[in-house]
Structures are given as C-alpha cells and as structure tokens.
C-alpha cells in the first residue's frame, strides 16, 4: 500500500490515469476497502458513497486522517478540466484524502459512479463548467472558490453547489477587473516616464540644434554704411554692448553729401551695430573722421561699458550702451591709439596716455596723460626728441618682472622711458599709488649716459611693426580691458625691421631670440598655435609682383613651418589666428588661386603692370594645423576686403568673421562700404576644399578622403585664445 501512495503521488498531475490507478489496486485485492464500503451501505451511514452526494462516510474520514498531507494535494488536483472544487460545491463526490478511491467497492461500480457524476454536473452546469475549464488560474484561483462554496454551503445546505458556484463566478469578474485595472496602473507607471524621457530626448536633438542653427543664420547679415573711400582701413572694434554676450560692432563711416558748409562734403560718425542681426543700435556724429575706436574701458560708478572715439583732434568718451558724451578733451594731432595704463590717481580708474605728433615738426613727438573719470588732462604733454625717421611705432605698456612699468614707442626705431619718469615731468609732483614708486634695477642699468631712454632696438634698418607676442592680439588690439591688457604688458616682442627681416625679442633682457629673413613683409604678423610646443607661431604674408606667399615662422627657432603661394595682388590686411578645440590654431587669410593650381601663370608672366594677372575674385581660405596640405575655401567675393576682426561667441562654440570691404560700382562713382558677418561654422558646413598636393604618389602617405575631412572640420569648434 505504501508503494501505491507513492505512486499516486507521482501520477498526480494526472487525475484520470491516478483515479484508474486505485481502481486497478482495488481490483487487485484491496479488501479493506470493499468491506468499508460495504458495512457503509448496510448501515446508511450519512456522508459520501463512492459518488453519491451528501453522505458522510466516517469510516473513510477517520481513514484519511491518518495520511499525509502530500497524499491530499496529489487527489485534490482538478481531473480532466473539471475541477471538483469549481463545479461540485461542498457536496461533491471528490476524493478527500489519498485513501478515498478505497471507498469504492469495484472498479465497475466507481467508474459508472464517476461518469454519472460527471454528466450530472455537465447537465446543470454546462457553462460555468466550460467557463472554469478554459479560465484556469492556478492553484490559488481554485483554493479561493473552494472556500466560497464551502462557506456558501454551510448557510444554505442543499443549494450549496449552485450557491457556490453563483458566488464563484461573481468573485471571478471582480477579481478579473481588479487584475486589469492593476495591469493598466502599472502600464500606466511604466509607458508615462517612458513618454517623458522620449520627448526630452527628442527636445534635446531637434530643437536646441534648430536653435543653434537658427542663431548661426542671424549671425551671417550684410550691410552697406557709407562710403568706401579708397583702401583706407575704417576705424572697427568689438565690444558686447546690449547683454547678449555677443560682441557688438563698431565702426567709423565718412558719407559724401551736397553741403558746402561741411568740410570736404563729407559727414562723419560713428555706428554700432548688433552683432546677431546687424541692426542699428546707435548713430553718433562726430566732428572729423575717427581714426581709431577703444572698447572696454569700465567707471565703478556706471556699469555700461565706456567707448573712446580718437580722430585727429579730439578724445570722445561716450556711454557704450546709449551713445551719449560722457566727456571729452581736444589735443592736437593725435597719432596713436589710447594707451590703458595702472591708476595713477588713487581713484581706481585707469588712467590713458596718447601720443601726438604734429607733422611739421617730425621729431617732436609728446605724450600726454589723460584721466579716465573725467578725461582731464594730467599735467601737462610731456614732448620727447627723437632721433630716425619712419612710421609711428607704439606707444606701447610693458610691465617688467618686478612691476616696474615702461613706455614703448619711436619713429623707425624703439625706445622705453619709464611710467615714472613721465608722470614726474607731465605733473611735477611725485607718484601717489604704489604702481609708480616701483624701479626695475636691471631695466635702469640699460639707460645710456645724460638719458632717459633705454634703447631697445636701434639700427640702419626702419622698425615696420612692434606688437605683443601674444594669441589674439591682432585681432582685439584695440581693447581698453583691463584683463585683456595683463598679458599684452608682460610678453616678448614681435619685431619686424628692414621690411624682411623678423625676430622676436626677450623681455627680460631685451635680447634676440632668433631672426628670420623673408620677402618684404607688408602686414602685421598674426601670433598663432600651428605646431604642439606650446610656443606661438607667426603667420607672416608678403606680396611681389602679383604673388602672395604666405608663411608660418616656428616661434621657437624662426625656422619656416609652412608655406605657399598665391595669385593676387598687394593686399595690405593682416591674417586672423583663431585658437580652436583641438589646442591649435585656425588661420584665415585672403588671398587667390594657388599658383600651382593655375596652369597658365607663372613667376615669368607676373612682371609688374601685367593687369591680366590681376584677380577679380578673392577667396577667404582656412587653414589648420592638422591638414597642412589642405585649404577650407570659405566664401569668395570681388569685393575688396580693407579690415577685418573675430568675435567668439562662446554659448556656441563658434566666431564670427567680420569684415569691411570696399564694393566696386560700374559707372565709375565711389563705392559703397559693405559690413558683412559670417559665422566660420556655418561658413566651414559650406566651405569647399581646396587640395594643395595630390600626395599618395612614390609611397607618400595617403591623402585624407573628403569624408573624413568634411567630418574634421565641421566638429571643429572656436574659443578665445
């Protein structure tokens, strides 16, 4: 008997082949069974007889007692999809306990029992039978309307089965509609962050980037203002005047009109334009042509930036912001720029100094000092003799390694006086802030016998240019900021003298680094990052003939880096070096076809006054260290560019090239002067490529695809130097 319990409890997951398992048992000698049964029937005991309902059978309760509860899960599982728990009610003939198919005298006799058991509830239930059978929940599902129809047929006796399985089907819906309203809460859970962070996702890729986009197109506008008036560079600055963290425009506009009361017809003024759309924020006439335009300079008491407009004989201050006179003060023969210099009042203002030169009197050249509150005059101009002749070098500030500050400047030639020594003649009184009392012994010990110049450079050779060793400065030279000004006061020199020769000097012992010999350079070198030593290089231009080679000079040893020619004529405009994310530097310069890209010129047919060579359209080209080989042509244009600077813009990653161009007309009158902004990334999407070799031949390396190049410079972005 022990074996026929293990095995029911192996075959019970199969309820008909474990019923037909008892019976063959019984068949086979189970006497104990057949005399239970028996003794029930004589007696008619109440309880269950093999499948009768309502019969109490206590002989097989007290039976089923003693067996284990393994035996009552095996006979408990539902047989052939009716599940004697959902369709029998708690008077089923169910088995109750792995010894309840014992009550059943004969194989025969329980089989009939069970088939009519079976038909009988078919017949009064067919639906919900059908219903259980094909909805089954498991064991949980069966175990919950057991109890229903258990407690349901406790209250009502006979109705039990119909009662139980009423109060079952009822517990089914509900309990269905709660599993789907639970399912839809947590759908609900999952798919609304799911919604959320798509369309963040998609916020994040198509809208900021059409944002972007949209900006780089209002940066890139054209405006004509004036007229062109020759090839003399206007008067242009940058500044961020209106808070939207782009630099604003600056320019200097001569316009011709029919009023004989105005000198020379013309009027003057000064305009400020927005950066991103080109607008006219503000028009200032002024009483002659301004020369220079400064940007920068701050006052504690007003937060607007202050703006310095220099002509010839006057030093206007106006408010950046509106255009309206803060103060000013009229010299005579204003030479030079607005010179930022340490405060030397104690009212924490920096103060200026500008240089005058009158042009009947060559030699005679003065320094004055200017208040930066008030634009009163410090003293009175302070006039130095000079010996050489020559353009206008400087002036310039220079702050030694012990804080000492020096003046540079000269005519062909370059001197240093000290801060000091100028403030002590312009004022007759002593220094009153610390910046003036200091002295630099090693600076002082240059000073030659009876002077007080310290000989920077002197030679047979013409100074052309003197500027800072320093990224950007040719592109913002004209800055008043006081931090801008902290790096181009403490650098070396870059020093251009014969027309040809170039060298930078050392600023702690004013010695030469290295010279390099070139063609005539006519235009100021552009400091930039071309190899990865950390040291600036120098992009130098010079123009002969009508061939213009362009050359990069090693900062570290004068040696030459790179270098091309081109076909165009004299064009005096400095480069543009512009620091990029790679760490180095794009360089952007004007300039025609390459010369071995035009078959049908050389070196031989370009002799001077050969108007065939002459080219009508100018090419704005792009080079960066990474491709040497390659140019970026970025736009082309007849017009002829005078002037030129860059702003960043640093939300974007991107700069602006501006430029002031001279636009021909074609019935012979002056010509109009066009503004025109381009943002260099969105110039770069466009720009075409220009190949300066083939390469790729007598296993040389292999030139880059045009894919991969359009992939490198459309991820290059620009920051300030």
Request: net charge neutral.
């Amino acid at each position: 008997m022990q074996l026929d319990r293990r095995r029911s409890n192996q075959l019970g997951r199969c309820p008909r082949a474990l019923h037909h398992r008892f019976i063959t048992s019984l068949s086979l000698g189970s006497v104990r069974g057949e005399m239970a049964a028996a003794l029930s029937r004589a007696l008619k005991l109440p309880g269950k007889k093999g499948s009768e309902l309502g019969e109490y059978d206590p002989l097989t309760q007290a039976d089923s007692e003693d067996e284990s509860e393994e035996d009552d899960l095996v006979l408990n599982y539902p047989r052939n999809g009716l599940g004697r728990d959902s369709c029998l009610g708690t008077g089923s003939s169910k088995l109750r306990g792995g010894r309840s198919g014992r009550l059943v005298g004969a194989e025969d006799e329980a089989q009939e029992d069970e088939e009519e058991e079976e038909d009988e509830w078919r017949e009064r239930l067919p639906n919900k039978c059908r219903q259980d059978r094909d909805d089954m929940k498991g064991m949980q599902y069966w175990s919950h309307r057991d109890t229903g129809r258990d407690r349901g047929g406790e209250d009502r006796g006979g109705s039990g089965p119909l009662g139980g399985a009423g109060l079952g089907g009822h517990s089914a819906d509900a309990e269905e509609k709660r599993i789907r309203m639970r399912n839809a809460v947590r759908s609900a859970f999952f798919l609304v962050p799911l919604v959320c962070a798509a369309l963040l996702v998609l916020l994040c890729a198509f809208l900021i980037p059409c944002q972007k986009g949209d900006l780089e197109k209002r940066l890139q506008w054209e405006r004509a203002l004036g007229d062109a008036g020759g090839v003399t560079p206007p008067a242009l600055a940058l500044w961020d005047v209106d808070g939207d963290s782009v630099e604003d425009v600056f320019l200097g506009v001569t316009e011709l009109t029919n009023d004989t009361h105005l000198p020379e017809n013309k009027i003057f003024s000064v305009v400020a334009l927005n950066a991103v759309s080109g607008q006219e924020l503000w028009r200032k006439t002024t009483r002659d042509s301004v020369t220079y335009i400064q940007c920068g300079l701050q006052y504690n008491t007003q937060p607007s930036p202050v703006v310095l407009l220099i002509g010839k004989s006057t030093v206007t201050a106006v408010n950046g912001t509106t255009g309206k006179n803060l103060w000013l003060v009229q010299l005579k023969d204003i030479e030079s720029q607005a010179v930022l210099l340490p405060d030397l009042q104690g009212d924490s203002v920096p103060d200026l100094l500008i240089a005058t030169l009158p042009a009947d009197e060559a030699l005679d050249l003065s320094v004055t000092l200017i208040s930066g509150q008030t634009g009163a005059q410090l003293g009175h101009p302070v006039p130095f003799s000079l010996t050489g002749q020559g353009k206008l070098i400087g002036p310039l500030l220079h702050e030694t390694q012990q804080g000492a500050y020096y003046i540079l400047f000269g005519l062909g030639n370059v001197e240093a006086i000290s801060l000091r020594d100028i403030y002590i003649r312009a004022t007759g009184k002593m220094p009153l802030t610390q910046a003036l009392k200091r002295k630099d012994p090693g600076w002082e010990g240059l000073k030659t016998t009876n002077s007080s110049f310290i000989h920077i450079y002197r030679g047979s050779e013409h100074v052309g240019f003197l500027l800072p060793l320093v990224a950007g400065f040719g592109n913002n030279h004209n800055s008043l900021d006081t931090v801008s000004n902290l790096n181009f006061t403490k650098s070396d020199w870059v020093l251009v003298y014969g027309s040809s020769k170039l060298s930078v000097l050392r600023q702690k012992d004013i010695r030469k680094e290295w010279t390099h010999n070139s063609a005539p350079i006519h235009s100021q070198p552009a400091p930039g990052h071309f190899n990865d030593d950390g040291i600036l290089d120098l992009f130098i231009q010079h123009s002969a003939n009508g061939i213009m080679k362009a050359e990069i000079v090693n900062g570290s040893n004068g040696h030459t880096l790179w270098s091309e020619e081109f076909v165009c004529p004299h064009l005096v405009l400095e480069p543009s070096a512009i620091s990029t994310s790679t760490g180095q530097s794009a360089f952007l310069f004007w300039a025609s076809d390459p010369i071995r890209m035009v078959k049908n010129v050389t070196k031989a047919t370009v002799a001077p006054g050969v108007a065939a060579v002459e080219p009508l359209i100018r090419k704005l080209f792009l080079l960066h260290p990474a491709h040497p080989k390659i140019l970026l042509e970025l736009t082309s244009t007849t017009d002829t560019a005078v002037t030129s600077a860059v702003s960043y813009q640093e939300r974007q990653k991107d700069a602006t090239y501006i430029t002031v161009s001279s636009r021909p007309t074609p019935d012979s009158q002056p010509g109009a002067r066009i503004v025109k902004s381009m943002s260099l990334r969105a110039a770069i999407a466009k720009g075409q490529i220009v190949r300066l070799e083939e390469g790729n031949k007598n296993g040389g390396p292999v030139k880059p695809s045009v894919f991969d190049l359009n992939k490198f410079f459309r991820r290059l972005s620009f920051k300030h130097q």
